[in-house]
């Protein structure tokens, strides 16, 4: 495991959760010329890509399904990224999952999840109804 994704837990529906990833490990400490993904699978659900941030930082990509409530984000340094998720409803319920890459396009977003060999062991964020 080299990230490592927290931030996870139980909020009601039309709360809100931060969660976290950083690097973890000797492969690499920061970010940097890193492309970053965040994915979530569901119970009995393939793992799909939730939001990402391109190796500049300059490209931010979002699925259909958070797009207005979700938001990636770094600091000056990436040291870490961010996913600040608001107005959550039962089915953002999911293991999520940071993952990073040093391949692929500058300035675009990779949305598969072959492009990306690093990852994180996951969060868990419960909605309740």
């Known amino acids: 495991v080299q990230l490592q994704a927290s931030g996870g837990g139980l909020v009601q529906a039309g709360g809100s959760l931060r969660l976290s990833c950083e690097p973890s490990g000797l492969t690499f400490r920061t970010f940097s010329d890193y492309a970053v993904g965040w994915f979530r699978q569901a119970p009995g659900k393939e793992r799909e890509f939730v939001a990402g941030m391109s190796r500049s930082t300059r490209g931010i990509s979002y699925a259909d399904s958070v797009k207005g409530r979700f938001t990636i984000s770094t600091d000056a340094s990436k040291s870490a990224v961010s996913l600040q998720m608001s107005r959550l409803n039962p089915e953002d319920t999911a293991l999520y999952f940071c993952?990073?890459?040093?391949?692929?396009?500058?300035?675009?977003?990779?949305?598969?999840?072959?492009?990306?060999?690093?990852w994180g062991q996951g969060t868990l964020v419960t909605v309740s109804s």
């Open positions: 993952a990073a890459t040093a391949r692929g396009p500058y300035n675009s977003v990779t949305k598969r999840k072959v492009d990306y060999p690093y």
